[in-house]
């Protein structure tokens, strides 16, 4: 299985929503990321976990908050969300979490499609 | 910094052509290169990436080459096909910096 699985594929949501984005990978991967990534443009990241831990975070707004209830699930939590934030949302793993003089192959997701109304 | 310079942003080509990608960077302690083929509605596929201690890394109908001296690399992609029409994005990492420092990307079409 070389997958990283990402659900819902669209997502339509108000300011006041509280909702969820989750993504799941059973290749033993030891880093999780969530990028964001705007028409037009390459990916964004945002955070980082390593070894179920958050590593990196990318000054990312509160209203977002990232969670790893285990080694193959990242979910990404969403609250009180701006419609600047509509965008794809974009899971990866890595067999290895990212260091200063390394970086591993990134396996993406195909993404949660996000709309803030 | 660690910026990557990625030419050109659009590429049209015909089918059977070959098509050419180019990318600068600036950190001389890259020393990872991956390519990221995106197709519309999706997420990026890694199609290829190449090492510091390599010069050209093949795989069947794409290539990379690396210039470390001048500090750039190349996608090529020869026999394209209209399934190759996609976004493409270069990328770097390695060094004094943790993440990957993506291109603006490359709209290819191949026209049948």
């Known amino acids: 299985d070389t997958e990283v699985t990402q659900t819902p594929k669209h997502l339509v949501m108000g300011m006041t929503n509280k909702k969820s984005l989750k993504c799941e990978q059973h290749m033993g991967h030891r880093a999780m990321y969530w990028y964001k990534q705007k028409a037009k443009k390459p990916p964004e990241l945002m955070f980082v976990y390593s070894y179920e831990k958050l590593s990196i975070n990318e000054s990312v707004p509160s209203r977002f908050s990232p969670e790893c209830p285990n080694s193959s699930l990242l979910n990404l939590h969403l609250h009180a969300l701006q419609p600047e934030d509509s965008a794809l949302y974009l899971c990866?793993?890595?067999?290895?979490?990212?260091?200063?003089?390394?970086?591993?192959?990134?396996?993406f997701g195909e993404g949660s499609r996000l709309t803030v109304l | 910094g660690e910026n990557v310079e990625q030419h050109p942003s659009t590429l049209s080509v015909q089918e059977g052509d070959s098509a050419v990608i180019k990318c600068t960077y600036s950190?001389?302690?890259?020393?990872?290169f991956p390519w990221y083929k995106q197709e519309l509605g999706k997420g990026p596929q890694l199609i290829i990436d190449?090492?510091?201690?390599?010069g050209e890394k093949k795989d069947q109908r794409i290539a990379v080459t690396l210039n470390k001296t001048a500090k750039h690399f190349s996608l090529h992609i020869t026999e394209t096909q209209p399934e190759d029409s996609a976004v493409y994005f270069c990328?770097?990492?390695?060094?004094?910096?943790?993440?990957?420092?993506f291109g603006k990307g490359t709209l290819l079409t191949v026209n049948p």
């Open positions: 990328a770097r990492g390695g060094g004094s910096n943790y993440k990957l420092t």
């Open positions: 990866a793993s890595s067999q290895e979490p990212p260091a200063a003089g390394g970086t591993g192959e990134l396996f």
């Open positions: 190449i090492r510091s201690n390599v």
């Open positions: 950190d001389s302690a890259s020393n990872y």
